[in-house]
């Protein structure tokens, strides 16, 4: 089992910017990826960001590439979300992820989830 503690979350003006960090811990060896999901009001869960463990590959959903940026410290088996540039539309519950298969976009591949932290962006 691998347990994620998600923090960082918060309310923000347009244009402002916001730290995320997922802390895992327990049998974290088998990781193979980590990502960043997100829930809007009223909307799907939709992928954000994702992170290969080893490589450090990342991808990036269209909507926040050049404004959000992934990383991890493998270290302390802790990853970030780095937001520049929020706007209003980008208010959502985050919640991270982790995956023993592979770097993916699916949430379907995700085993382990956090519990979601809100980040509210006012206009």
């Known amino acids: 089992q691998v347990q994620l503690v998600e923090s960082g979350g918060g309310l923000v003006q347009a244009g402002g910017s916001l730290r995320l960090s997922c802390a895992a811990s327990g049998r974290t060896f088998g990781t193979q990826a980590m990502a960043w999901f997100r829930q809007g009001p009223g909307k799907e869960r939709e992928f954000v960001a994702a992170?290969?463990?080893?490589?450090?590959?990342?991808d990036y959903a269209d909507s926040v590439k050049a404004r959000f940026t992934i990383s991890r410290d493998n270290a302390k088996n802790t990853v970030f979300l780095q937001m520049n540039s929020l706007k209003p539309e980008d208010t959502a519950v985050y919640y991270c992820a982790a995956t023993p298969v592979v770097i993916s976009r699916s949430e379907r591949l995700y085993t382990y989830w956090g519990q979601g932290t809100q980040v509210t962006v006012s206009s």
């Open positions: 992170i290969s463990w080893g490589s450090g590959r990342t």
